[in-house]
Every structure is written in C-alpha cells, then in structure tokens.
C-alpha cells in the first residue's frame, strides 16, 4: 500500500468524533514511529504547521521543539500568538527567533518579485538549520505537509518554505495529517483545542507581506502595511461569508495628499494602500465580492487616521484571470 494515497474506504472527517479518533490514532501512530527520540518542527503559526505541533505535542510532549523564525513579514499579532498558544498554554517546548533584521536587510533593495521569494525561501532554510544544528540528538522532522500538497506537488510542499534542507541535516519525517484535505485538518484543529482565528485562518503565502509590500520593502512601508491590513482583515471579517482571502497591499510610489496645519492646507506625498478580497476555489481563478460601500468608508476613516504615511486607499476590483491575487 502507497502510504501517500489516500484508501478508498478512508471516512472524510467532518465531526469532531471522527476527528478525536484520528487524533487518537495519529497520536499512537507518532509514538510507535519516533520512540524516544526528538522531532522538529518548523511552526509559522499557519493552520497545517499548528495543527501538526497540537497533535505531536499531545502525543510527545517536549520530545517535539517548535521552531517558529520571526521574517518580520508575518501579520500583526501572529508571532504574538503562537507564543502565546504553543509557548504558554500547551507548554511546548518553542524557540522563537528574531530573524527580522536578518531578512528584512538580505531584503533591502531588491524590487524583482521572484528574486525576492528565493531570498526569503533561502534565508528561512538558512535560519532553520542553523537552529537545528544548535539541538542534539534530532532525528525527526515534522512537517504539515497535506494531501493536496501531495496531490500537486508528487510530495513536494508547493510554495512550502521547508524543504530542500542541507545534506547534513537528514531527518526522517513525520506528517501525521498528510492524506487529510483542508477542512478535515481544520476540524482536528477544533477538536485539538487550538483557537478559531488560527484553525480558520485564510490562507497566508509563504512570503507572507513581502510579496504585499510591493518593490523593493523598505521597514517604513512594510511597518504602514501591517497596520492597515489588520484593519482590512477586521473590518472584512465581518462580513458572512467571509470572502476567500482578504488582504492589504502597499504599492512603492506615492501621491499628493492635503493636510492642514494651523488651518493652512498643506501638499505632501503619502502612500496608497490597496484593499484585496477575492473568491475562489482553487486560486487558479478568482472573483470579487461586494465589499458594502459604508465597510470600505470604514476601513477608509480607520487607514487614513492610524496608519503613518498613507493618504489615500484604494480597493482592487480585478478578477483573475488577468490579475493574480498577490500584487506580485
Ligand atoms: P496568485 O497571486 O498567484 O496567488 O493569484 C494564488 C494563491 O497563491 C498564494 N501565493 C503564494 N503562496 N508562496 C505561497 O506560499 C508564494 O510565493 C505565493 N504567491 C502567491 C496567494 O496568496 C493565493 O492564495
């Protein structure tokens, strides 16, 4: 038997019963697979890599070390929560590193999309072994790999930032959720206890805002981005159904806005920051839904009077095709 094909007969997990026994039984299956022995684990906080240190934390305690590596282009509050979640209330053993300096100047004027996805790929697996290689007596990797992952990528995580780790760095893995789908993760993250804003998490590219700070990131730029799109993602959030994704970008020029001073209007240049919500499926192609006009006037006022730099606020209404989703 292929154990990367998912059987026939294997029941879709839509309740928390049937994922309490898949918990149980992954929990015994990484026990009788790890022993004794020591798994890392590279946690961002997104829905595949939680739910997979949940599980292996309840099945092997401090046995597993969570690695989560700050890019310093996560959104706001994430690195926050996963301290928060895996550091303090499931008691994990969890090495936060502050790596913001450390990409954001790899990062510091480079323009070309791609070249910054590879810098950031590399960067992360750089950052990543060198914590590994700081730990003894690792022989487990643990990775969220899912069953669309391997669908689509013949077991290679797609846009996944682990992988291709150095040749002395040879771990056995462990993917206890790796012939799940999307939603039945997501309904053993429920059952695992972890909290709705992580388990329904939109999807986040590996990236993370750097793809969203648009050119070359300056910390300025990136700093304004964060702010709004937490204002994007609350005000949007509202609404229900909750579109797909819905983000925040922040293109590199600016333009005139007005300010008054002593009651003296006075010209200066700020950002625009550009409202994303889009629908879809499978991301290949994608729509976009009514915003209602007093949300946008809302996200408008809340941008306009909080986040430094910017003066104007746009909403991106171009479906893909031809527009990706990402800015870049
Ligand atoms: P596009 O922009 O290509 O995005 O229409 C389609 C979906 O893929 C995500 N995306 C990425 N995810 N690394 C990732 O992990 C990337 O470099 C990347 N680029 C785009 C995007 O957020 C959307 O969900």
New binding site residues.
């Given amino acids: 038997m292929d154990p990367n094909k998912r059987p026939e007969t294997m029941e879709r997990i839509t309740t928390p019963a049937l994922a309490k026994a898949f918990i149980d039984e992954q929990v015994a299956a990484v026990k009788a697979q790890v022993g004794d022995k020591k798994v890392l684990l590279a946690l961002s906080g997104g829905v595949d890599s939680s739910v997979v240190a949940a599980l292996l934390i309840k099945a092997i305690g401090k046995q597993l070390t969570c690695v989560h590596v700050n890019h310093g282009l996560l959104r706001k509050g994430e690195p926050e929560q996963v301290i928060e979640v895996f550091g303090k209330q499931l008691n994990a053993n969890l090495i936060y590193v502050d790596a913001i300096d450390r990409f954001l100047d790899k990062l510091a004027g480079v323009a070309d999309p791609e070249t910054k996805?590879k810098i950031i790929g590399k960067e992360f697996i750089e950052v990543f072994a060198e914590e590994a290689r700081k730990l003894d007596g690792v022989e487990f990797l643990a990775q969220g790999t899912i069953y669309p992952d391997i669908l689509e990528s013949h077991g290679v995580k797609?846009?996944?930032?682990v992988g291709g780790l150095p040749e002395d760095l040879k771990f056995e893995l462990v993917e206890p959720v790796k012939l799940l789908y999307k939603d039945e993760v997501r309904v053993v993250g429920k059952e695992l206890g972890l909290p709705d804003n992580m388990v329904y998490r939109q999807?986040?590219?590996?990236?993370g805002l750097g793809?969203r700070c648009v050119g070359a990131i300056t910390r300025d730029r990136l700093e304004s981005l964060r702010e709004a799109d937490a204002i994007v993602r609350e005000e949007i959030g509202k609404l229900d159904p909750v579109p797909w994704?819905y983000f925040c970008a922040i293109p590199d020029f600016t333009s005139t806005g007005i300010r008054y001073v002593d009651g003296k209007g006075e010209r200066y240049m700020g950002w625009a920051v550009v409202i994303r919500a889009v629908n879809?499926v499978d991301?290949v192609t994608?729509t976009v839904p009514e915003i209602p006009f007093k949300m946008l006037c809302t996200i408008r006022d809340r941008i306009i009077a909080t986040v430094p730099g910017v003066n104007r606020v746009l909403w991106d209404i171009s479906e893909?095709p031809v527009s990706?989703?990402?800015w870049e």
Avoid: S
């Fill in positions: 996805r797609a846009h996944h930032n999807p986040f590219p590996g990236p793809v994704q879809t991301a994608a893909k990706t989703i990402e």
